[in-house]
């Protein structure tokens, strides 16, 4: 159902008596901005770095392992949040006064070394091709459950810093230090840091150390700013909630991109994809650059994404960005495939979604790189937390999921619950609430479906299961302009901080398919006003009055420029309160 967000009226008149624009005030109080202060870009309003646990001792040790000339080996994760943290960590490092030789990066292969931290990468590690066995392991967004890698490593006579930004197990790895907002007694206000503004925020202590040992030393003035461009990308690429600090962190980035400044990489990229760095907003990072950086970690090896990111070199950072962008073209016929067949499945369970609490799927052939994809979108038509599990690569007698939930079902603790219950079933997962990996014995795939329907069932809000689409309400036709379109574009919009979507009944005055497979329309307002709109994906007609939830878009053809609704929900009036427009 087609439902309207309520908005916090005292926020609306403190926002708009300030002059903020009367959309933009509404869709920010609706959001929890309750002050025009809370807009301003001034990086100096970022939460400061002294109050994450860990990281101070982080920087000293790391400060030490720079003067000392001590190897360092940075070791990812495979998706586009590990390879901007990788290469923030690089870049940030070698401007902190890394000397050639000192810093490198390893990265897991997801299908054959499995997540995090292992024994398996420790040892990989200690014989790193460039750097030989390093002093240090720097573990960038994993590593807070990883305690038998970490003790692998002490073995092996390296030392670790774990920077993660995941939920801790029952114990926290022994590690040198750990600098993670979401370890117990951390007092650092936001818990929705990316790995990559962790790995950010230690830069900034390292930098801070540097100072204070040696004010003079050119490396204490590093202007570490330069690197938000990369923050921006993998933060918006995993997810997290765009609380203040992340669209602080988000929204400078931007800025960077736009300006011509951001890293060979990112705007070979944005060029790949056909998008406008000038122009470039959190939705480009999110399904244009992000996308082409984890398919490589999806189906190859994210180190190539990961080159992409950290190369100067304009005609390399383009030569990569194509070879990124052939495997996102890979990567999305495989995912249409399985898609397809996992909606297939879903119509064919003998208990349907709507009496369900989540949904377990696995089929033969399905490639572990992708499923993730699969279990969104299924929990997008389902709406309800959704598992979908591959055959391992390595080893065909286990499975490799990935799930993603809904508001209101925190998955990782639904996973956690399911552990406890059943020792041993689990052999390993991790996560946060609205994402999470999972390996399992094949054999066991109908007793962990059963555990995790009963764990959903005990632990998820109720009312978390009825499917209502959130929307801003709606704009007067006079309001639909290029001017609005410029204004959204400029916010950052993301999880937690959702992108503005409106609503409103109209006439359907002319529909008619475009390339068979998308629902061209003119729309009609009560006031007689016209509207051009599309509905992607749609090819069923619509009624001739409709309730609509739509977003706008800037459509240009041939040099001039338009503003378009896309729809994205439409249902017969009278199932919701109308929205006269």
């Given at each position: 159902?087609?439902?309207?967000?309520?908005?916090?009226?005292?926020?609306?008149?403190r926002?708009?008596?300030?002059?903020?624009?009367?959309?933009?005030?509404?869709?920010?109080?609706?959001?929890?901005?309750?002050?025009?202060?809370?807009?301003?870009?001034?990086?100096?309003?970022?939460?400061?770095?002294?109050?994450?646990?860990?990281?101070?001792?982080?920087?000293?040790?790391?400060?030490?392992?720079?003067?000392?000339?001590?190897?360092i080996?940075?070791?990812?994760?495979?998706d586009?949040?590990?390879?901007?943290?990788?290469?923030?960590?690089?870049?940030?490092?070698?401007?902190?006064?890394?000397?050639?030789?000192?810093?490198?990066?390893?990265?897991?292969?997801?299908?054959?070394?499995?997540?995090?931290?292992?024994?398996?990468?420790?040892?990989?590690?200690?014989?790193?091709?460039?750097l030989?066995?390093?002093?240090w392991?720097?573990?960038?967004?994993?590593?807070?459950?990883?305690?038998?890698?970490?003790?692998?490593?002490?073995?092996?006579?390296?030392?670790?810093?774990?920077?993660?930004?995941?939920?801790?197990?029952?114990?926290?790895?022994?590690?040198?230090?750990?600098?993670?907002?979401?370890?117990?007694?951390?007092?650092?206000?936001?818990k929705?840091?990316?790995?990559?503004?962790?790995?950010?925020?230690?830069?900034?202590?390292?930098?801070?150390?540097?100072?204070?040992?040696?004010?003079?030393?050119?490396?204490?003035?590093?202007?570490?700013?330069a690197?938000?461009?990369?923050?921006?990308l993998?933060?918006?690429?995993?997810?997290v909630?765009?609380?203040?600090?992340?669209?602080?962190?988000?929204?400078?980035?931007?800025?960077?991109?736009?300006?011509?400044?951001?890293c060979?990489g990112?705007?070979?990229?944005?060029?790949?994809?056909?998008?406008?760095?000038?122009?470039?907003?959190?939705?480009?990072?999110?399904?244009?650059?992000?996308?082409?950086?984890?398919?490589?970690?999806?189906?190859a090896?994210?180190?190539?994404?990961?080159?992409?990111?950290?190369?100067?070199?304009p005609?390399?950072?383009a030569?990569?960005?194509?070879?990124?962008?052939?495997?996102?073209?890979?990567?999305?016929?495989?995912?249409?495939?399985?898609?397809?067949?996992?909606?297939?499945?879903?119509?064919?369970?003998?208990?349907?979604?709507a009496?369900?609490?989540?949904?377990?799927?696995?089929?033969?052939?399905?490639?572990?790189?992708?499923?993730?994809?699969?279990?969104?979108?299924?929990?997008?038509?389902?709406?309800?937390?959704?598992?979908?599990?591959?055959?391992?690569?390595?080893?065909?007698?286990?499975?490799?999921?990935s799930?993603?939930?809904?508001?209101?079902v925190?998955?990782?603790?639904?996973l956690?619950?399911?552990?406890?219950?059943?020792?041993?079933?689990l052999?390993?997962?991790g996560?946060?609430?609205?994402a999470?990996?999972?390996?399992?014995?094949?054999?066991?795939?109908d007793e962990?479906?059963?555990?995790?329907?009963?764990a959903?069932?005990?632990?998820a809000?109720?009312?978390?299961?009825?499917?209502?689409l959130?929307?801003?309400?709606?704009?007067?036709?006079?309001?639909?302009?290029?001017?609005?379109?410029?204004?959204?574009?400029?916010?950052?919009?993301?999880?937690?901080?959702?992108?503005?979507?409106?609503?409103?009944?109209?006439?359907?005055?002319?529909?008619s398919?475009?390339?068979?497979?998308?629902?061209?329309?003119?729309?009609?307002?009560d006031?007689?006003?016209?509207l051009?709109?599309?509905?992607?994906?749609?090819?069923?007609?619509?009624?001739?009055?409709?309730?609509?939830?739509?977003?706008?878009?800037?459509?240009?053809?041939?040099?001039?420029?338009?503003?378009?609704?896309?729809?994205?929900?439409a249902?017969?009036?009278?199932?919701?309160?109308?929205?006269?427009?």
């Amino acid at each position: 159902m087609i439902a309207t967000r309520e908005v916090p009226q005292q926020a609306l008149e403190r926002l708009r008596a300030a002059g903020v624009a009367p959309v933009l005030a509404r869709l920010l109080a609706a959001r929890g901005v309750e002050h025009a202060e809370e807009l301003a870009l001034d990086l100096g309003r970022l939460l400061p770095p002294a109050a994450m646990k860990g990281l101070a001792h982080a920087a000293r040790l790391l400060a030490d392992a720079l003067a000392a000339g001590e190897r360092i080996c940075v070791v990812a994760d495979y998706d586009c949040d590990g390879a901007t943290a990788c290469a923030v960590a690089l870049r940030g490092l070698r401007a902190l006064g890394a000397a050639p030789g000192q810093l490198d990066y390893l990265v897991p292969n997801r299908f054959e070394h499995g997540y995090g931290l292992t024994p398996p990468v420790v040892a990989l590690a200690a014989r790193h091709p460039r750097l030989g066995r390093p002093d240090w392991l720097l573990t960038v967004d994993s590593g807070i459950a990883s305690a038998d890698g970490v003790e692998a490593a002490h073995a092996a006579g390296m030392r670790v810093i774990v920077t993660d930004h995941h939920l801790p197990g029952a114990a926290l790895p022994p590690a040198d230090a750990i600098v993670d907002p979401n370890q117990p007694d951390c007092a650092f206000p936001s818990k929705h840091l990316a790995g990559v503004g962790v790995m950010f925020y230690l830069l900034l202590g390292v930098r801070t150390e540097l100072r204070r040992r040696d004010p003079g030393n050119p490396a204490a003035r590093v202007p570490l700013q330069a690197l938000l461009d990369l923050v921006a990308l993998g933060t918006v690429a995993d997810l997290v909630r765009l609380d203040a600090n992340n669209r602080l962190l988000v929204q400078a980035g931007l800025q960077r991109i736009r300006a011509g400044a951001a890293c060979a990489g990112i705007r070979a990229l944005l060029q790949a994809a056909g998008r406008d760095a000038r122009r470039a907003g959190s939705s480009d990072l999110g399904f244009a650059v992000g996308p082409r950086i984890n398919a490589a970690g999806r189906l190859a090896d994210i180190s190539l994404g990961i080159e992409c990111l950290l190369t100067d070199d304009p005609t390399r950072a383009a030569e990569l960005a194509s070879a990124l962008d052939a495997i996102n073209r890979e990567r999305r016929g495989i995912e249409s495939v399985m898609r397809d067949e996992a909606l297939a499945e879903l119509d064919a369970l003998p208990v349907p979604p709507a009496q369900r609490h989540c949904v377990v799927l696995h089929r033969p052939g399905w490639h572990e790189g992708v499923v993730g994809l699969v279990a969104s979108r299924v929990k997008e038509r389902a709406h309800r937390p959704t598992v979908a599990l591959a055959c391992s690569s390595a080893d065909p007698g286990l499975l490799r999921g990935s799930g993603r939930s809904i508001p209101g079902v925190h998955l990782r603790d639904a996973l956690d619950l399911v552990d406890k219950r059943a020792p041993g079933l689990l052999l390993r997962f991790g996560g946060h609430a609205m994402a999470a990996g999972l390996t399992l014995p094949a054999s066991r795939l109908d007793e962990f479906a059963a555990l995790l329907e009963e764990a959903v069932r005990e632990l998820a809000d109720p009312d978390c299961f009825a499917s209502t689409l959130l929307t801003d309400g709606p704009l007067a036709p006079a309001e639909i302009d290029l001017a609005l379109v410029d204004a959204l574009e400029a916010q950052v919009w993301g999880q937690g901080f959702a992108a503005p979507l409106f609503s409103g009944e109209f006439a359907v005055a002319r529909q008619s398919l475009a390339g068979g497979r998308h629902l061209r329309l003119e729309l009609r307002a009560d006031c007689g006003a016209r509207l051009e709109a599309i509905a992607f994906g749609r090819t069923e007609t619509l009624p001739d009055r409709a309730i609509l939830a739509y977003r706008l878009i800037r459509d240009e053809y041939r040099g001039l420029a338009s503003v378009r609704l896309v729809v994205e929900a439409a249902e017969p009036p009278g199932l919701a309160p109308p929205h006269p427009v």
